[in-house]
């Protein structure tokens, strides 16, 4: 299965635009003597399989028995960050006898809601082509299309090759027949380039361009590229002193899976699964959603800050779609869609869109991540063109969701992250987000030279927080945690990540309320990665570390520990799917600026670490090799105890 940034096709049962499978470019089949593979998958046995994540390439071996003859197969598959649109793999097959072996390298499209708009074994113009063949796939609905062209190369002996050239709406497909020995074996490599409509108007004939080049460079300079590029990456690896190794692994997963599905090529952000999906689940279609802005966009801006401004741009291309989304509602400024559609940019919630009808706090999300992307990297370019249009027309959208009452300004009938049937007045996250926001336009209309609307201030001042007589911020007016989803800790998401300046009396009796409610929470996606963070910052060292275990880490699936949606034991957990980015975008966060007590501003990077330092138990210190900050490489250190963390550059 295949899927592509910003390539999407109608939904087949809900029709709405969604992340579509497209062809898969890296298809294959294999022959003993006559007997292919795909007609005896039986034959297989001794799968294994590993993943490298410092260099971000599966190898896959087996054993195929066929005709009197047994062939250990080794496949290497990768896709290559410095060409962003190649992947690329290697097959090496050694037989235990000499026999007539046949390898084919296949793009495949069967299977797939779509058609073939377009298949070339040519290169009009050329003499001799310049890769074995292009393909143009459109997606159902014909929303989008994308772009493929193969290239291939066998060593290993001497081969009749045969490119299938007569059908013309069958896959691209090489094959290679050779005379096998025993004491030799045989490497086919292929190289595939996947360009999606939203990258080249044209993209079957920019993948040919993009092929040849990779030809040019050769599998091997393409191989080590990418291993450097990951080197790269790898240098902003985050070590837990004193953590269980179990933990540190599934650290570690979670900076892969969130840097290999991120990329500053990309035009369509990622989705709340990264670039992954399932046959039988696709609740979220490929959207992208609130959860991304908010959980994934800040850990990307420390190790990819480029990938991270790619993300951005993608929300940067929607501004008609989130001003038009405002004006249908009445309001003025930007309302970002509460399900952008992968290539257009425009709501694409499934049926009634209940949530992006009442959960209205996606626009807060979307404001923030553009303010941090200015005051981590200090690009003063971005905050004027980039930044200030989104912190402007947000602020803006803010004063006009408010309605004046006796008790200031309050936002009635909106949904917080605790999705619930009716909407309630007041959402307590809603409204620290919108505070947050509010001041940040206002800090961000200083620095450009502008005059800041003088209602942006007054709704920030005014804007009505509900507190409980014990001193507890509630989560909405009306708040029991006994109602359905009660015990969801929104509040605390306001203290963390938004940095909410409750007065501390107030944010500790909020923080003991709801971490007392933990168990009837956790379990659930997204904020329970926050729950270690949360802890430390009430000082109980214990209930941050078993916090961690039973918010994260009991989410973890085995195989090349992928972060669940929900914890398995969850009634709600239907399907086990992951890498879930909430969930691993929340805990890298909690790691970076959380444990670390980093708030990030527009000021002197250096007094961003505000919190003494309280980890889990038995962590003795978070050390990041590299974090970037305002363009330079610094070192992020936080040692239990100390009085701050330490940011220094390298």
């Given at each position: 299965m295949a899927i592509v940034s910003g390539f999407a096709g109608e939904h087949p049962e809900r029709r709405v635009e969604a992340a579509a499978p497209a062809p898969y470019p890296l298809a294959g089949d294999l022959g003993l003597n006559?007997?292919?593979?795909?007609?005896?998958?039986?034959?297989?046995?001794?799968?294994?399989?590993?993943?490298?994540?410092?260099?971000?390439?599966?190898?896959?071996?087996?054993?195929?028995?066929?005709?009197?003859?047994?062939?250990?197969?080794?496949?290497?598959?990768?896709?290559?960050?410095?060409?962003?649109?190649?992947?690329l793999q290697e097959v090496e097959v050694r037989v235990d006898r000499a026999c007539d072996l046949?390898?084919?390298?296949?793009?495949?499209?069967?299977?797939?809601?779509?058609?073939?708009?377009?298949?070339?074994?040519?290169?009009?113009?050329?003499?001799?082509?310049?890769?074995?063949?292009?393909?143009?796939?459109?997606?159902?609905?014909?929303?989008?299309?994308?772009?493929?062209?193969?290239?291939?190369?066998?060593?290993?002996?001497?081969?009749?090759?045969?490119?299938?050239?007569?059908?013309?709406?069958?896959?691209?497909?090489?094959?290679?027949?050779?005379?096998?020995?025993?004491?030799?074996?045989?490497?086919?490599?292929?190289?595939?380039?996947?360009?999606?409509?939203?990258?080249?108007?044209?993209?079957?004939?920019?993948?040919?361009?993009?092929?040849?080049?990779?030809?040019?460079?050769?599998?091997?300079?393409?191989?080590?590229?990418?291993?450097?590029?990951?080197?790269?990456?790898?240098?902003?690896?985050?070590?837990?002193?004193?953590?269980?190794?179990?933990?540190?692994a599934m650290i570690d997963a979670a900076v892969f899976y969130l840097n290999c599905s991120t990329h500053a090529a990309s035009r369509a952000a990622t989705s709340i699964f990264g670039l992954a999906t399932w046959h039988d689940y696709n609740y979220y279609f490929g959207h992208v959603m609130w959860d991304v802005d908010a959980f994934c966009v800040p850990p990307l801006l420390f190790f990819q800050p480029d990938a991270a401004r790619a993300m951005l741009d993608f929300r940067t291309r929607g501004l008609a779609a989130a001003r038009a989304n405002a004006r249908l509602s009445?309001?003025?400024?930007?309302?970002?869609?509460?399900?952008?559609?992968?290539?257009?940019?425009?709501?694409?919630?499934?049926?009634?869109?209940?949530?992006?009808?009442?959960?209205?706090?996606?626009?807060?999300h979307v404001a923030r991540a553009f303010a941090l992307y200015a005051d981590v990297t200090?690009?003063?370019?971005?905050?004027?063109?980039?930044?200030?249009?989104?912190l402007s027309g947000v602020a803006d959208w803010i004063v006009s969701r408010t309605t004046r009452t006796k008790r200031g300004l309050e936002i009635l009938r909106v949904i917080g992250p605790a999705e619930v049937p009716e909407p309630p007045d007041n959402d307590a996250f809603t409204i620290m987000a919108a505070i947050q926001i509010l001041r940040r336009a206002i800090r961000a209309a200083e620095q450009t030279g502008r005059p800041a609307p003088a209602e942006w201030a007054a709704t920030a001042e005014q804007l009505f927080l509900p507190i409980r007589a014990d001193g507890v911020i509630a989560a909405h007016d009306g708040f029991r945690v006994s109602e359905p989803k009660g015990a969801t800790p929104s509040p605390l998401a306001g203290l963390f990540p938004y940095d909410h300046p409750s007065p501390e009396g107030e944010r500790q009796k909020t923080l003991d309320f709801y971490l007392q409610h933990w168990e009837a929470y956790v379990g659930a996606p997204m904020f329970p990665a926050l729950y270690a963070t949360w802890a430390a910052m009430a000082g109980d060292r214990d209930l941050s570390l078993k916090l961690f275990g039973e918010g994260y880490a009991a989410y973890d699936q085995g195989r090349f520990h992928q972060c669940l949606e929900y914890r398995p034991d969850h009634p709600d957990s239907q399907v086990r799917a992951g890498p879930f980015f909430a969930n691993i975008g929340g805990m890298l966060l909690g790691l970076m600026l959380g444990l670390t007590g980093v708030v990030i501003d527009d000021g002197d990077p250096q007094t961003w670490s505000r919190r003494p330092i309280v980890l889990p138990r038995g962590w003795t210190a978070i050390e990041i090799g590299r974090v970037w900050v305002r363009g330079r490489p610094m070192r992020l250190s936080a040692t239990q105890g100390a009085a701050r963390a330490e940011l220094r550059p390298l």
């Amino acid at each position: 299965m295949a899927i592509v940034s910003g390539f999407a096709g109608e939904h087949p049962e809900r029709r709405v635009e969604a992340a579509a499978p497209a062809p898969y470019p890296l298809a294959g089949d294999l022959g003993l003597n006559g007997v292919w593979l795909s007609d005896q998958p039986w034959a297989v046995s001794n799968l294994v399989q590993d993943y490298d994540f410092a260099t971000g390439e599966l190898t896959s071996a087996f054993r195929f028995e066929a005709a009197g003859v047994a062939a250990e197969v080794s496949v290497t598959t990768f896709a290559c960050r410095s060409a962003a649109t190649i992947v690329l793999q290697e097959v090496e097959v050694r037989v235990d006898r000499a026999c007539d072996l046949s390898l084919r390298a296949v793009v495949e499209t069967a299977g797939l809601r779509g058609r073939l708009a377009r298949r070339r074994m040519d290169t009009p113009g050329e003499p001799e082509p310049a890769c074995d063949g292009s393909l143009l796939w459109e997606s159902e609905g014909a929303l989008s299309v994308c772009g493929y062209a193969l290239a291939t190369e066998l060593a290993g002996g001497e081969a009749e090759r045969l490119v299938q050239a007569w059908d013309r709406s069958g896959p691209l497909q090489t094959e290679y027949r050779l005379r096998a020995r025993a004491d030799r074996p045989v490497t086919l490599r292929q190289l595939v380039a996947i360009v999606p409509s939203v990258a080249h108007d044209r993209p079957d004939e920019e993948a040919v361009r993009r092929v040849a080049r990779a030809r040019a460079s050769s599998f091997e300079t393409l191989r080590q590229r990418n291993r450097q590029a990951w080197a790269e990456i790898w240098k902003g690896r985050i070590v837990v002193r004193g953590a269980d190794p179990e933990h540190q692994a599934m650290i570690d997963a979670a900076v892969f899976y969130l840097n290999c599905s991120t990329h500053a090529a990309s035009r369509a952000a990622t989705s709340i699964f990264g670039l992954a999906t399932w046959h039988d689940y696709n609740y979220y279609f490929g959207h992208v959603m609130w959860d991304v802005d908010a959980f994934c966009v800040p850990p990307l801006l420390f190790f990819q800050p480029d990938a991270a401004r790619a993300m951005l741009d993608f929300r940067t291309r929607g501004l008609a779609a989130a001003r038009a989304n405002a004006r249908l509602s009445g309001r003025d400024g930007l309302q970002f869609p509460w399900e952008a559609a992968p290539s257009s940019g425009q709501e694409a919630s499934p049926g009634g869109g209940d949530a992006a009808a009442h959960e209205d706090h996606v626009s807060l999300h979307v404001a923030r991540a553009f303010a941090l992307y200015a005051d981590v990297t200090g690009d003063e370019v971005f905050l004027e063109e980039d930044a200030w249009p989104v912190l402007s027309g947000v602020a803006d959208w803010i004063v006009s969701r408010t309605t004046r009452t006796k008790r200031g300004l309050e936002i009635l009938r909106v949904i917080g992250p605790a999705e619930v049937p009716e909407p309630p007045d007041n959402d307590a996250f809603t409204i620290m987000a919108a505070i947050q926001i509010l001041r940040r336009a206002i800090r961000a209309a200083e620095q450009t030279g502008r005059p800041a609307p003088a209602e942006w201030a007054a709704t920030a001042e005014q804007l009505f927080l509900p507190i409980r007589a014990d001193g507890v911020i509630a989560a909405h007016d009306g708040f029991r945690v006994s109602e359905p989803k009660g015990a969801t800790p929104s509040p605390l998401a306001g203290l963390f990540p938004y940095d909410h300046p409750s007065p501390e009396g107030e944010r500790q009796k909020t923080l003991d309320f709801y971490l007392q409610h933990w168990e009837a929470y956790v379990g659930a996606p997204m904020f329970p990665a926050l729950y270690a963070t949360w802890a430390a910052m009430a000082g109980d060292r214990d209930l941050s570390l078993k916090l961690f275990g039973e918010g994260y880490a009991a989410y973890d699936q085995g195989r090349f520990h992928q972060c669940l949606e929900y914890r398995p034991d969850h009634p709600d957990s239907q399907v086990r799917a992951g890498p879930f980015f909430a969930n691993i975008g929340g805990m890298l966060l909690g790691l970076m600026l959380g444990l670390t007590g980093v708030v990030i501003d527009d000021g002197d990077p250096q007094t961003w670490s505000r919190r003494p330092i309280v980890l889990p138990r038995g962590w003795t210190a978070i050390e990041i090799g590299r974090v970037w900050v305002r363009g330079r490489p610094m070192r992020l250190s936080a040692t239990q105890g100390a009085a701050r963390a330490e940011l220094r550059p390298l």
